[in-house]
Every structure is written in C-alpha cells, then in structure tokens.
Nanobody
C-alpha cells in the first residue's frame, strides 16, 4: 500500500486549496479512505471519511460545510477540497486507509498566513 499526498502549500486566510492523495497497491475503489491532520504542537485530528462502494461521506464539525472529500476510482485518487481556510486549518494533512487506519501517507503541509 502506498499513499502519496500533494497539493499543500501556503494560502491566505479565507483562501482555498485542493489536496490529492495518489493511492496504489490495493483495490482503491473498495476501500474506506480518510483525511487526518496534525497542527503544529497538537495531536492528530480526524477530518473526513469516504466509504468505498457507495461513496458515503462524513466530516468533523470543524470542517463541515467548508471541506469536501471525494474520490476518483478511475485514477485511484482521493481529494480534499478546502474553502474558507482560517489560520486554525494550518496543519500536516494525511491520507489514511486500511483496517484500523493502518496505512498512512507522509502528509502534505498546509500553511494559512498572510
């Protein structure tokens, strides 16, 4: 299993970014995928899930209405579209999958600052 995140960067408060996660080594379309983040000096925070098969989604209250998780099963890619970013959304964002969240990418860094 390999998960490679991309799309992070520096954005101004109120801005938008789209994160991507390229997945390989497993049958992507069947798997439950998640985004988890870690802000500087803080613990891990679950952000969003998307189910395999029916693409049901779930979001943490902190991002509901601002973030959208999606997947492209044709290209084995997971996405996280983020809007209206405040400074509090700055973090290292991880793509995660597997039973008991066993597989993690190395993360992509989002910085929110002027």
């Amino acid at each position: 299993v390999q998960l490679v995140e991309s799309g992070g960067g520096r954005v101004q408060p109120g801005g938008s970014l789209r994160l991507s996660c390229a997945a390989s080594g497993f049958t992507f379309r069947n798997y439950y995928m998640s985004w988890v983040r870690q802000a500087p000096g803080k613990g891990l925070e679950w952000i969003s899930d998307i189910f395999g098969g029916d693409d049901r989604t779930a979001y943490a209250d902190a991002v509901k209405g601002r973030f959208t998780i999606s997947r492209d099963n044709a290209t084995n890619t997971l996405y996280l579209q983020m809007h209206s970013l405040p400074a509090e959304d700055a973090a290292l964002y991880y793509c995660v999958t597997g039973w008991d969240m066993a597989y993690w990418g190395t993360g992509t860094l989002v910085t929110v600052a002027h």
